[in-house]
């Protein structure tokens, strides 16, 4: 059976032509490829799945379950899944190849290739884009977990579609053994905390993505964990002493002192007022009270007409 | 994404079928390879919701290879192995072809080869391959409980008759019907089938508005006549076919061999006209030891079957649902209420399944939750098993 199993995933990479690099995350490569049967173009992101005594685990496949999941929803902010095949097996690990839609290039590059920056127009259609993937994500009860400019793709008509959930994740673990830096700049502090967090994380993302389509730079630069705390209270307050989680958290209350604090329209004097209110209910420290994806997709600040500025 | 639904014609134009299997012996094998998940499921406890999609990939993947190739019991463990990790129950791969060796006989289970764990474990990657790692599977299950909470009417009749067609669903796990109809529309279908043979008329339902000529005009849309009696002919002829066992190609399980007696036979008219032969005690008698309920109430569907069948006729004429009506019945207590404790006739089969199994081999028995009518019990399942988040908060 098994020479069985190698001329049948031969086949299927057959299907696809012209391998090229496209990114490098923390987890697989990336590469843009051509569908031999459809000639159009693909992202096929390679993963290793490191295989135990009963092959491919549960957590694994949960996640591909889910992925294949959602994508049956075919839903315009999501990025499209098309296929899945396996590769060989590598010592204990299996190539797996998950095939998307190619699209044309992600947050992080559109923001660096339009450095007069984006009207407030394309702001909100990109922000109502992503809320509105993150909001289809969260009534999936899925979390995304690490939204960032990199895991968001830009269509070449302006359209975001959310990439980058799932299937990579079961790799945290191993992220923390290797030498991987993942940024830590789109973390919401729940998560610099240490403290257990749900779909409010993603809504703190946002908040930042959207401070830096304004900006066209990241609101907050931490170096580490407590780095990364001390920059968002030096835009929030360090929160009053009642507030700091009674969850354990080996970060202490005390050891904040904030200095040079700022407002947001002193960090970017672009933001309207109706946008610094949305992007304050997202920068909520207290995960309760932060706004929710549908809260802000019903936030005036989408309701308003157009200023084009 | 790929469809999963095939027509009849090409339900008929199977790679089996290019090989030179005939029709009827891949039903046969494709009835003996779910009827494996099942009683392999049941003996580790394993869920109705794993068994139903193991059985569900057993059906998809023999669509795009033979029988001739792949062995049919190999596929069945490697299915259920591989459903029981997708549904979050996992089992040892050992574990599994230990349970399966003891459902087998030795021949049978010499398909499995010299190494029969590294046997299913290398089938799971093509079976995935196969599948296209489409793993999560719905079933009519969830459709049944959801559209049962809306019909209003006489309670007892009314878990009676889900019960029925709670029955008639793991049934029809053996047909290929999960390869043709959504879960919905084979809940649907059950439903009435159920409902036509326990005499449970529905005449309202929650929800009613006066575009709906029958209950499940609310759930599914353009749903004829004609196809719920296609889908439930599809799951009472499995009641009505000669036991296959008996042939020398496919010896009897084990465990039906040691019991099984020779049954009264008799014949009964099936709905295409045919002659067929009928054993009563080849569907599970869930009501052996369920004392009867009140007397209109017919036990259970399968004496039906053998004992008096229901006139086609009848059975074929839809439900007289008078128009504009007013509601007959209030709403069961259940649906305003807490749920009530299951009535203690409802209770049995009780957990004691095996040994009855000994006695009378139940196909099924052990796939409907002890405790039936689910929606009445505390562990009932949730009607619409809830997506779990993708990432588990860290530990
Ligand atoms: N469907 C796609 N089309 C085009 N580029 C993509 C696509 N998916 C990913 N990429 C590029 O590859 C990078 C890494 O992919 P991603 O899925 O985020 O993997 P990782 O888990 O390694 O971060 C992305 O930041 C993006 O630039
Ligand atoms: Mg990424």
Redesign the pocket.
């Known amino acids: 059976m098994a020479y069985l199993e190698n001329s049948m995933s031969a086949d299927k990479q057959k299907a696809y032509e012209g391998l090229n690099k ?9 590469y ?1 490829a051509k569908d031999k049967q459809t000639g159009n ?3 096929l ?1 390679k ?1 290793c799945v490191p295989l135990d005594e009963d092959g491919i685990p549960m957590s694994t496949l949960r996640e591909i379950a889910l992925l294949r999941q959602l994508n049956s929803h075919d839903h315009p902010n999501i ?2 899944l098309l296929d899945i095949c396996h590769g060989q097996q590598v010592g204990q690990d299996l190539v797996m190849f998950l095939v ?7 947050l ?2 559109y923001i660096e290739k339009n450095p007069k920056g984006f009207s407030t127009l394309q702001i909100r259609q990109l922000s109502r884009d992503i809320l509105n993937g993150v909001d289809f994500l969260h009534s999936n009860r899925v979390i995304h977990r ?1 939204l960032k400019p ?2 968001l ?1 830009v269509t070449y008509d302006g359209h975001v ?1 959310l ?2 959930f799932g299937l ?2 079961t790799y945290d673990f191993d992220m923390k053994l290797t030498s991987v830096v993942v940024t830590l700049w789109y973390r919401a502090p729940e998560v610099l905390l240490g403290l257990s967090y749900a779909t409010p994380v993603d809504i703190w993302s946002i908040g930042c993505i959207i401070v830096e389509l304004y900006s066209l730079k990241p609101i907050f630069c931490g170096s580490s964990e407590g780095d990364q705390l001390s920059k968002i209270f030096r835009l929030l307050g360090k929160p009053a002493k009642h507030e700091w989680p009674e969850e354990n958290t080996s970060i202490k209350w005390n050891s904040f002192d904030v200095i040079n604090q700022i407002t947001l329209g002193q960090f970017c004097p672009y933001i309207c007022e109706t946008a610094q209110d949305l992007i304050m209910g997202m920068l909520t420290f207290d995960p309760n009270k932060r706004m929710t994806a549908l809260d802000a997709l019903n936030h005036k600040y989408f309701k308003e007409e157009p200023i084009n500025t | 994404m790929p469809g999963w639904y095939y027509d009849k014609k090409e339900l008929r134009s199977t790679p089996s079928s290019q090989d030179g299997i005939d029709y009827k012996t891949e039903m046969r094998y494709r009835k003996e390879g779910a009827r494996l998940i099942i009683d392999t499921g049941s003996k580790m406890d394993l869920g109705y919701n794993t068994m139903a999609t193991g059985v569900v990939y057993y059906h998809r993947f023999y669509m795009f290879h033979s029988f001739k190739q792949f062995p049919r019991y190999v596929t069945a463990c490697c299915c259920l192995f591989l459903a029981g990790k997708v549904e979050e129950t996992p089992k040892k791969c050992k574990d599994i072809i230990k349970t399966a060796r003891s459902l087998l006989t030795d021949q049978k289970f010499a398909t499995f080869g010299e190494d029969p764990k590294e046997e299913v474990m290398t089938l799971e990657r093509i079976l995935l391959q196969t599948i296209k790692f489409d793993l999560q599977v719905e079933h009519p299950y969830q459709y049944l409980l959801k559209y049962a909470k809306c019909l209003k009417g006489d309670k007892v009749k009314l878990q009676k008759m889900v019960q029925m067609a709670w029955t008639f669903v793991n049934d029809s796990l053996c047909t290929t019907l999960a390869l043709q109809w959504e879960p919905e529309i084979i809940a649907v279908a059950l439903m009435y089938l159920a409902g036509k043979l326990s005499k449970f008329e529905v005449v309202d339902w929650i929800g009613r508005t006066s575009k709906h000529i029958r209950w499940w005009d609310m759930f599914v849309e353009d749903v004829t006549m004609e196809l719920l009696e296609d889908i439930c002919h599809q799951v009472l002829d499995l009641y009505s076919q000669t036991d296959a066992n008996n042939t020398p190609d496919s010896p009897p399980l084990q465990s039906q061999k040691a019991t099984n007696q020779p049954p009264p036979v008799s014949t009964q008219r099936s709905s295409n006209g045919n002659e067929k032969v009928v054993s009563p005690d080849q569907p599970p008698p869930v009501n052996v030891k369920v004392p009867p309920p009140s007397s209109d109430v017919p036990p259970f569907p399968y004496q039906t079957f053998t004992g008096a069948p229901p006139p086609v006729a009848s059975y074929a004429t839809p439900f007289a649902a008078p128009m504009g009506a007013p509601p007959v019945v209030a709403a069961p207590p259940h649906l305003t209420g807490p749920p009530p404790g299951p009535p203690p006739h409802i209770t049995a089969p009780p957990p004691t399944v095996f040994s009855q199994y000994v006695n009378h081999p139940p196909p099924f028995t052990a796939v409907v939750p002890p405790g039936a009518p689910p929606f009445f019990s505390a562990n009932a399942p949730p009607p619409n098993q809830p997506h779990r988040p993708y990432y588990p908060p860290p530990t």
């Open positions: 496209i990114g490098r995350g923390a987890y697989g490569t990336v843009k173009d693909v992202a992101k993963v990025v499209k998307f839609e190619h699209i044309e290039q992600d992080a590059t690490d990199q895991n793709l579609k990439a980058d990579a994740k």
